[in-house]
């Protein structure tokens, strides 16, 4: 008898995976430690509703950010032109005799990688210091027209530009072939940068796409970016696009059959398929009362549940919880979506601690009884 109410007062000092549903609560309530703030939500069907009304991150906010936006024609600083100037007669650039007789043809003189410097100059013979930059072709051909009178003979100008790095992206990260690409007056988008610099290399699911803008960034899964007409904005001079491999997983402890990090390797889980992977709550330990899943959500997300959100606080801490005890609770789960870096926590039952203070007591006793048994 002595042996049993050590054991059975021994309970509380038994190891264990983590705490009971009452364990649980009663830490939320304990601001020492609830030093992060969490709230416990039960999972229903208008919590369901509110958190698959969030919509993904988007480039909205890069979409409407005009403060350099142009048509892709102009030219800059960094790029090079390709001039063809034609003359009638004897003009500036061709050569002949001033008693050559007039020529009704007329010869070109080719003038090729001009470079815009970094003041968007250029500078020609004859013609000297031209400031090109901000301007299309026509205009640049027009203003050496413009120069060249009174010095040739019915000048005609075309121009070309060689290298186009005012007008260009750079792309990078996950993509089969890194590098600048120009942008011309078909008006590209974020996935025809992506599918001109190679493609992506991995599931979409699994990569980010991280655009740059004046200083500005947004981004959002490539899936999402496929799936989204409005994601897919248009692109601008001085775009940096970058796609990052991102696994998404989430973690389960606790009373699971197994205790792992497991991948999504699906578009999309939910909490229910998320259970099933990793087995399920263990029968002999699992309080099947008490699921709780752990994620930082949205601050907006919080308010809306009516949790107290910190001040100057995007992300707040939220623990849902499952009753797999109520069979509805089942097509809830199904409806439940999982994100990137959930944890999963099944509780123990209150009953695994005296389970395991018995199968404790009968470890220490099995060697007394059969010492016993030996002796008779």
Do not use: W
Request: glycine share 8%.
């Amino acid at each position: 008898m002595m042996i049993l109410g050590l054991g059975l007062a021994g309970c509380n000092t038994l190891p264990n995976s983590g705490p009971t549903e009452s364990e649980f609560k009663h830490a939320q309530k304990d601001p020492k430690k609830n030093s992060v703030g969490y709230g416990i939500v039960q999972i229903s069907p208008d919590l369901i509703t509110l958190l698959n009304s969030e919509k993904p991150p988007s480039f909205s906010m890069l979409a409407n950010d005009v403060q350099k936006s142009h048509p892709n024609d102009r030219v800059g600083p960094g790029d090079s032109l390709d001039i063809a100037i034609y003359e009638m007669g004897v003009g500036v650039f061709t050569a002949g005799s001033p008693t050559s007789a007039p020529s009704s043809t007329a010869k070109p003189t080719m003038i090729s990688a001009v470079p815009v410097d970094g003041n968007g100059d250029i500078t020609l013979p004859y013609i000297g210091l031209l400031h090109v930059s901000g301007l299309t072709s026509e205009q640049i051909e027009s203003e050496i027209q413009q120069r060249l009178k009174g010095k040739s003979q019915s000048p005609q100008v075309m121009v070309k530009i060689q290298t186009d790095l005012e007008n260009s992206v750079i792309v990078y990260g996950g993509v089969k072939r890194s590098g600048r690409i120009p942008l011309t007056l078909h008006q590209e988008r974020l996935i025809d940068a992506i599918a001109l610099a190679g493609g992506n290399m991995e599931q979409p699911e699994d990569v980010i796409v991280r655009l740059e803008r004046h200083g500005n960034q947004a981004e959002t899964s490539l899936r999402d970016l496929e799936e989204d007409p409005t994601q897919n904005i248009l692109l601008q001079a001085g775009d940096r696009i970058q796609l990052i491999r991102e696994p998404r997983t989430f973690t389960a402890f606790g009373a699971a059959h197994q205790v792992t990090e497991t991948p999504f390797n699906t578009s999309s889980v939910n909490l229910a398929e998320a259970l099933a992977r990793v087995g399920g709550p263990s029968d002999s330990q699992a309080d099947p009362n008490a699921i709780f899943l752990f994620r930082y959500e949205n601050a907006d997300i919080a308010q809306r549940l009516g949790l107290p959100v910190t001040t100057g606080e995007t992300k707040m801490p939220i623990v849902y919880q499952l009753d797999m005890i109520n069979p509805a609770s089942y097509f809830l789960a199904e409806h439940f979506p999982m994100k990137n870096k959930d944890v999963l926590y099944i509780a123990n039952a209150k009953t695994n601690k005296l389970g395991k203070a018995f199968n404790l007591i009968n470890t220490l006793m099995s060697p007394g009884m059969s010492a016993g048994r030996v002796s008779h």
